[in-house]
């Protein structure tokens, strides 16, 4: 048994390592062929870094498992790019064929899946973005390859939660204090300029919407709510406020981190009275669900998403409300078995049509793992189980996936998606990206 296990986990390393030099003569074949010689190059083979972590943890996952992490640091390192745009780091793309630059929220992703091996790399894909931070202290929304960037929107607050992340798993002193002043400006421009200090609640408010939420299409913006212009038609969204939350808990983690007890505590209570409006205001009790609420009106939004388990991700909610809110996720007229991206029930659901109804594993693992803390842990092993299978029977990682007949679409060979599949593998069963906020 144990040399069937031994051969199974060779055979899986063997396959990562033919995939990830396929990936890289692919690429630079076509990129030669092309005369681009000017644009983002993709990179040569793993480094021997990579090659010993994934030798040390297929070891402890099952065959299957451990094919999925394999197949995931094969894509990440397969979208790892040099380029002028973002000179002199090293970025990864969300998807070469797809998406040529580095986007927002997904190099934080990105950054806490490759910190497993490569601390380095983790930093660049945050130093990136803030390479280019603007006046205002927000973060452009991409950085394409030719150079262009993005900047009437930005992306979820989430880089503070991956400095931390990053940091916990390779602490390093000199580039958290350099983050740390940068990653203030940043919380600051959210403050001041998305609700906040005005309201005490944060909204999304770029130049469209859904795209600066990274939900696009959602459901949860219909009803002119993408498109509006003025802060008269705004949600106050559910996750942006839980990622506010874990932005203000990486920042007292980081402040400890510097030696630096005050500024701890200023964060702490920043977090807790967050925490308590968002109980407050942003819980409904009829429905037994956290819910974006009109910013003027009060009203739920359109519709019921994983986003209202991000509360029980951050651990701010109480274990009641967990339990409620855990009979809607074992639903099969909500969230039951696939996770997708509006409730089964809602009536503008569609099972594959981008962010209107399928699974994306990012928002599935906040929402899985949230309930997996609370020790609801039927639904969300069951759920997680069917994610996993569903990833496993399609040769890419896709960008998102078919909430009813689990069939991979988008972009292939996703970024994010490999990020997540090391998550709900390997950071499953302990606290390693939410000790913040036990």
């Known amino acids: ?26 690429f630079v074949a076509v990129a ?35 094919q999925l992490v394999a197949r995931a640091q094969a894509t990440l390192l397969g979208n790892e790019v040099s380029g002028k745009a973002w000179d002199p780091y090293l970025g990864i793309m969300p998807s070469l064929g797809t998406y040529r630059g580095i986007w927002n929220w997904d190099a934080a992703f990105h950054a806490m899946a ?45 880089m503070a939660w991956a400095v931390a992340v990053v940091d916990h798993r390779a602490p390093d002193d000199r580039w958290i204090a350099a983050m740390y002043p940068r990653l203030q400006r940043l919380g600051d421009y959210w403050y001041l300029q998305h609700g906040g200090k005005a309201d005490g609640l944060f909204y ?26 003025t802060d008269d038609h705004r949600l106050f969204a559910i996750d942006l406020n839980c990622y506010m939350v874990s932005h203000y808990r990486a920042m007292a983690y980081l402040a400890q981190r510097l030696k630096k007890p005050e500024d701890a505590a ?16 942003l819980w409904d009790e009829q429905i037994g669900f956290y819910v974006d609420r009109d910013r003027v009106t009060g009203k739920p939004g359109p519709a019921l ?5 991000m509360p029980l991700f951050v651990r701010i909610a109480s274990p009641e409300r967990a339990a409620r809110m855990a009979k809607l996720a074992a639903s099969t007229e909500k969230f039951f078995p696939g996770m997708p991206t509006a409730a089964y029930d809602t009536p503008a659901y569609k099972s594959g049509a981008y962010w209107r109804g399928p699974a994306w594993l990012n928002t599935s ?47 292939k060979a996703f970024g ?7 998550a709900f593998v390997l950071d499953w069963d302990n606290d390693n990206l939410t000790w913040l906020f036990r």
Do not use: C
């Open 1 to 26: 048994m144990l040399g069937r296990r031994r051969l199974g986990v060779q055979l899986v390393q063997m396959v990562f390592l033919r995939s990830v030099i396929r990936v890289v003569v692919v």
């Open 32 to 66: 030669a062929a092309s005369g681009r010689t000017g644009l983002a190059q993709p990179l040569k083979a793993p480094a021997a870094a990579a090659s010993a972590w994934l030798n040390e943890v297929t070891h402890r996952v099952s065959p299957r498992d451990a």
């Open 114 to 158: 490759v910190s497993h091996w490569d601390g380095e790399l983790a930093h660049q894909q945050v130093e990136i973005l803030f390479s280019k931070q603007l006046p205002d202290g927000s973060l452009p929304d991409v950085i394409y390859e030719d150079g262009r960037m993005v900047t009437t929107i930005t992306k979820p607050p989430v």
């Open 204 to 229: 999304y408010s770029g130049s469209d919407i859904g795209a600066e939420s990274g939900w696009d299409d959602s459901i949860r913006f219909d009803n002119g709510y993408r498109e509006a212009k």
């Open 266 to 281: 200023h964060w702490q209570q920043m977090a807790t009275e967050l925490a308590a409006r968002i109980n407050d205001r």
């Open 305 to 309: 998403s994983p986003a209202g388990f």
């Open 365 to 411: 693992f906040f929402a899985l793992k949230g309930l997996q803390q609370y020790g609801h842990t039927g639904p969300a092993a069951a759920m997680r189980e069917t994610l996993l299978g569903w990833v496993a029977r399609d040769p890419s990682l896709r960008e998102y996936y078919d909430s009813k007949s689990g069939a991979g679409a988008g972009a």
């Open 416 to 422: 994010w998606s490999a990020a997540f599949t090391i």
